[in-house]
């Protein structure tokens, strides 16, 4: 059983950063694609960042050149660097795994965002909260 869980999140004012961790438990692969899904009430979840091992990592436009994800070891942990925060990055930020086997048919931001939008490719965390006062 794969379990990820987050940490990291908070309050901070606009233009101030705060980095999210997430751990994964349970996952035996040799190469984990992990990312970053972010919800706004009442809205679609959307996609922030992915990491597969040595790939370019991905990025959603609105947080280009000021979010940073990062995968140390490759696997188990996922971390995002977030700076110069705006009042608009604020929501529950997810962390979430690809299956392994799904990959030779995926591409891992695509499947995160899948994952975001309800299809079963993988996990979730508990989600953490973050809020960004202007």
């Known amino acids: 059983q794969v379990r990820l869980l987050e940490s990291g999140g908070g309050s901070a004012q606009a233009g101030g950063s705060l980095r999210l961790s997430c751990e994964a438990s349970?996952?035996?692969?040799?190469?984990?694609?992990m990312g970053w899904v972010r919800q706004v009430p009442g809205k679609e979840r959307e996609i922030v960042a992915s990491i597969y091992s040595r790939a370019t990592p991905y990025y959603a436009d609105s947080v280009k050149g000021r979010f940073t994800i990062s995968q140390p070891d490759r696997r188990n942990t996922v971390y995002l660097q977030m700076n110069t925060l705006k009042p608009g990055d604020s929501a529950m930020y997810y962390c979430?795994?690809?299956?392994?086997?799904?990959?030779?048919?995926?591409?891992?931001?695509?499947?995160?965002?899948?994952?975001?939008?309800?299809?079963?490719?993988?996990?979730w965390g508990q989600g953490t909260q973050v809020t960004v006062s202007s």
């Open positions: 349970g996952y035996t692969d040799s190469a984990v694609c």
């Open positions: 979430a795994a690809v299956r392994y086997d799904l990959l030779s048919r995926w591409k891992c931001s695509d499947a995160i965002q899948a994952l975001g939008r309800g299809t079963n490719l993988g996990w």
